[in-house]
C-alpha cells in the first residue's frame, strides 16, 4: 500500500519550491551553444567536487580502519584529507554561485520583477568578481611560495596545495562574471505581460 503522499494536479512540486524561496533562479541562463558550452563546465567542477567528497569520506574511513585494524598509524591520511576539503571548496565556490547556493540572506528579493532581479544580480555578481579580481594576484604570490616548501607527509610540494587559492579566485571571477553577463541581460529586456503583472518594481 502505497501511503506516500501524492501531489495534486496544481501543486507544485520540489522544484518548484525551491525556485520560488530563491527569487534570483528567475534571471534567464545564457542559451545556446555558449549556454551549453557553460553548462558542461558546471557539470565537470561538480564532478571533480564530488570526487574530492569521496576522496575525503574514503580517507577518513581509511584512517579509521588503521586505526582499529594495523598495527602502525597511517599518518598521511589526515593531511590527504584536508588538501582534499580545500580543493573541494574550491571546485565547488563558482558553481555554488551560478547556482545561488552560497549564503545569502533574502528579504525584499521577491518583491522585485525580473529586471530588478538582473540588477541586483548583476550587482552582487559585479562586487564579488571585483573583489575576486584584486584578491587574485596576491594569491598567486601566496601559491608561488610554496615551490620551495613540501608537504610534512605526503611530500607533495605545497605549490599544488596552495594553487587553490588561486582556483578558488579564479572560478568565482569567471562565474561572477557569467553571472554579471546574466543579469544585465535580464535587466535590459523588454519587459511582458506576465513581468508587469508579477513585479512591483522595475
Excluded at 41 to 54: C, E, G, P, Q, R
Excluded at 138 to 145: D, H, I, K, R
Excluded at 147 to 160: D, G, I
Excluded at 184 to 202: C, G, H, I, M, N
Aim: aromatic share 10%; glycine share 8%.
Amino acid at each position: 500500500m502505497d501511503i506516500s503522499p501524492q501531489r495534486g494536479e496544481g501543486e507544485p512540486d520540489g522544484q518548484e519550491v525551491m525556485a520560488s524561496l530563491d527569487a534570483l533562479s528567475a534571471v534567464p541562463r545564457l542559451q545556446g551553444p555558449l549556454g551549453r558550452v557553460i553548462g558542461w563546465v558546471d557539470t565537470l567542477f561538480v564532478l571533480l567536487a564530488n570526487l574530492a567528497l569521496i576522496g575525503i569520506a574514503a580517507t577518513v574511513l581509511l584512517q579509521i580502519s588503521g586505526r582499529l585494524f594495523l598495527p602502525f598509524t597511517l599518518s598521511w591520511t589526515e593531511e590527504l584529507s584536508r588538501y582534499l576539503f580545500i580543493y573541494m571548496v574550491a571546485l565547488a565556490a563558482g558553481v555554488a554561485i551560478r547556482r545561488h547556493r552560497h549564503v545569502n540572506v533574502e528579504l525584499f528579493h521577491h518583491l522585485l520583477g525580473l529586471r530588478a532581479r538582473g540588477a541586483y544580480q548583476a550587482l552582487i555578481c559585479l562586487l564579488i568578481g571585483g573583489f575576486a579580481l584584486m584578491a587574485l594576484p596576491a594569491a598567486w604570490q601566496f601559491a608561488q611560495n610554496g615551490a620551495w616548501q613540501t608537504s610534512p607527509t605526503l611530500r607533495v610540494p605545497m605549490l599544488y596545495i596552495f594553487f587553490s587559492t588561486v582556483l578558488l579566485y579564479a572560478l568565482v571571477l569567471f562565474y561572477s562574471a557569467i553571472g554579471l553577463v546574466e543579469g544585465l541581460a535580464a535587466a535590459w529586456r523588454t519587459p511582458v505581460d506576465s513581468d508587469r503583472e508579477d513585479a512591483t518594481w522595475k
